[in-house]
């Protein structure tokens, strides 16, 4: 599975790596988007779209999504 790291970077640079990565997903794929924090604006697209997300908080603070495409 493929880790999209985005930690550490200044907006909109993690949005970006996030359409980039959402870009090259096929049907039936999915990858991990790491975060420093809550991509409501990112989440709320996904959800418009009809990509599946889940959203896990990491015990280190970091934001860990699984996105995935129908």
């Known amino acids: 599975m493929t880790i999209v790291a985005a930690r550490g970077l200044e907006p909109p640079e993690p949005f970006e790596r996030a359409m980039e990565a959402l870009a090259e997903l096929q049907p039936g794929q999915q990858f991990t988007l790491l975060l ?28 860990e999504i699984l996105i995935g495409r129908p």
């Open 36 to 63: 420093d924090r809550m991509p409501h604006p990112l989440l709320r697209m996904l959800d418009r779209d009809g990509y599946r997300n889940e959203v896990n908080i990491r015990d280190d603070g970091a934001v």
